[in-house]
């Protein structure tokens, strides 16, 4: 079982950036794939980005894209996720999510979660 640690949450005015981490331990991370989710207060948990195992491809929701930017380092077993752009809809608790088997951009019950970091986006 791999355990997940965000970070880098935080209160951003709109326009602004924050870079997101998400650090694993327990299992080798280069064998899950990687993705974001973020769920807004009332609403339910949607997918944000997602990363393949060695990083090679990169996926986005429509939403973000162009303005997020998803990576991978594997030998510090860390998944970011760079947001610029900010708008005050980006607010939400964002969790990064892990899977052995799956590109994680659906919240699947098999997926591994951390705890979330909220992000902030003031206008």
């Known amino acids: 079982q791999v355990q997940l640690v965000e970070s880098g949450g935080g209160l951003v005015q709109a326009g602004g950036s924050l870079r997101l981490s998400c650090t694993a331990s327990?299992?080798?991370?280069?064998?899950?794939?990687m993705g974001w989710f973020r769920q807004a207060t009332g609403k339910e948990r949607e997918y944000v980005a997602a990363?393949?195992?060695?990083?090679?491809?990169?996926f986005y929701a429509d939403s973000v894209r162009g303005r997020f930017t998803i990576s991978r380092d594997n030998a510090k077993n860390t998944v970011y996720l760079q947001m610029d752009s900010l708008k005050p809809e980006d607010t939400a608790v964002y969790y990064c999510a892990a899977n052995p088997d799956f590109l994680p951009t659906v919240p699947r019950r098999d997926n591994y979660w951390g705890q979330g970091t909220q992000v902030t986006v003031s206008s």
């Open positions: 990363i393949v195992k060695n990083g090679g491809k990169t």
């Open positions: 327990g299992r080798t991370f280069s064998n899950y794939a």
